[in-house]
C-alpha cells in the first residue's frame, strides 16, 4: 500500500506541465493535510485488512507457507507482536484522524469544485471499507478497488490544487492506479487458496488459470494502449510513449516471469518496481513537457 502515496509526486510534477502555476503557502499546506490523511486511511484499510485475515484464517493460509518471500513481520497479529484489541485500536485512531487531516485539506485548498470535493469525500468513506464494514473486496470489487484507490489519490487532489481537470491529469491518473492493481492480481494468483477458503471472488478466484492469465494479460496491454492512444490523440507529446518505455520493458518482464514462468511472487515484486519506474518516468516527462516552449 505504501506505493500509492507516490501520488503526491506525481501530482506536484503535474501542476507546471499542465499551466498550473508555482504552488503558493495553501497548497502546499493542502499537499501535506493530504499526504497525512492518506497515510492515516491507508494505515486504517490495512490494519482493518489484517484484523479481518486474521480472523478468518486467510492470512494464515496465504501468507505461513512464504514468510521469507512476503514477510511475516509486516502481518504484526499472526507475528504475535500485537493483540487484535491493539489493531482494532489503532484502525479507528487512524481513521479519525485521517478523516480530520482530509477536512483540513478541503478547508485550506487553493480551490474546490465540486467533483474533487466529492472524490476526497467519497476516497476518505471507502478506502477503509475494503475489508471492513462494507467488504469491497469480499463482493468482487477488489480489482477496482485497487485501481480506483491510486486514481483517487491523483486526481482529486490535482483538482484541489489546479481547480480543474485535464485530460493529461485524467490520463496519469488512471496509469497510476493500475499500477496498484498489475502487481495487486499477481498477490491474487498467489493467493488464489486462502481466498476461496473465505469466500473472496477475485479474478483468479473466478476464471480459469488460462483465463487468468489472460486478464492480467489485457491488463497490462491497457497500461501500454493508453500511453500510445494518449500520444496518437494529442493528450501528451508525441515522444510520451518513449519517455515510458522502460514501464514497458518492465511489464513484459513481470508478464513473462510471473505468468508464463510461473513465479507469480517474483512476477509481483516486478510489478512493484514497475509501478516506482512509472512514477519516475511521469515525472520527466511532466518535467520536459513543462520546460518545452
Known amino acids: 500500500m505504501v506505493d500509492y502515496y507516490l501520488s503526491l509526486i506525481v501530482v506536484v510534477s503535474l501542476l507546471p506541465a499542465s499551466g498550473a502555476g508555482v504552488l503558493g503557502a495553501s497548497s502546499w499546506a493542502t ?172 479474478a483468479a478466484c473466478l476464471l480459469s488459470r488460462r483465463g487468468n492469465t489472460v486478464f492480467i494479460g489485457a491488463l497490462s496491454a491497457l497500461e501500454t494502449a493508453v500511453i500510445v492512444a494518449s500520444a496518437v490523440l494529442g493528450i501528451v507529446p508525441w515522444w510520451f510513449p518513449s519517455a515510458l518505455l522502460p514501464v514497458t520493458a518492465a511489464r513484459i518482464a513481470q508478464f513473462t516471469v510471473g505468468m508464463v514462468r510461473g513465479d507469480i511472487l517474483r512476477g509481483r515484486l516486478i510489478g512493484i518496481r514497475a509501478h516506482r519506474i512509472l512514477v519516475v518516468a511521469l515525472v520527466v516527462a511532466n518535467a520536459l513537457y513543462a520546460a518545452t516552449p
Open 31 to 202: 499537499l501535506a493535510a493530504f499526504l497525512l490523511g492518506e497515510l492515516c486511511l491507508v494505515g486504517a484499510a490495512v490494519a482493518y485488512d489484517d484484523i479481518t485475515g486474521y480472523r478468518d484464517g486467510s492470512d494464515a493460509a496465504n501468507y505461513g507457507t512464504d514468510a521469507t518471500v512476503r514477510r511475516l513481520a509486516r502481518k504484526p497479529l499472526l507475528a504475535g507482536t500485537l493483540t487484535e484489541a491493539d489493531a482494532l485500536r489503532f484502525a479507528r485512531a487512524a481513521l479519525a484522524a485521517g478523516a480530520l487531516c482530509w477536512t483540513a485539506a478541503l478547508a485550506l485548498a487553493p480551490h474546490r469544485p465540486w467533483w474533487a470535493v466529492l472524490g476526497v469525500a467519497a476516497a476518505a468513506l471507502l478506502v477503509p471499507q475494503y475489508s471492513w464494514g462494507l467488504r469491497l473486496g469480499y463482493h468482487g470489487l477488489q480489482e477496482v478497488f485497487l485501481a480506483a484507490v491510486g486514481w483517487a489519490f491523483v486526481l482529486p487532489l490535482y483538482g484541489l490544487l489546479a481547480g480543474r481537470a485535464t485530460a493529461l491529469a485524467a490520463v496519469e491518473a488512471f496509469l497510476f492506479g493500475l499500477g496498484p492493481l498489475l502487481f495487486g492480481v499477481y498477490s491474487n494468483t498467489n493467493d488464489i487458496a486462502g481466498d476461496r477458503a473465505v469466500g473472496r471472488p477475485t
